[in-house]
């Protein structure tokens, strides 16, 4: 991955991108093996950032108690 996601909606729309490449079968077996390995650590990018924001929402929420 050349450049690194700063926000969600880019890791999302760089894994719908590599999405299609995969579907119309655009890419040789090496490069589709360096694009399935870039969507797994967008994947996870993806999902650091939804668990900082359920915990963020969870203590906020918290505080109205």
Known sequence: MS????TYKEAIGRIEEI???IE???SDIDEMT???K???????FCK???KTAENDL???LEKLD
């Open 3 to 6: 450049d690194k996601p700063k």
């Open 19 to 21: 999405v299609g490449l």
């Open 24 to 26: 119309n079968q655009e």
């Open 34 to 36: 360096h694009l399935v």
């Open 38 to 44: 870039e969507a797994t650590e967008l994947i996870n």
């Open 48 to 50: 650091k950032k939804l």
């Open 58 to 60: 969870n203590s906020s």
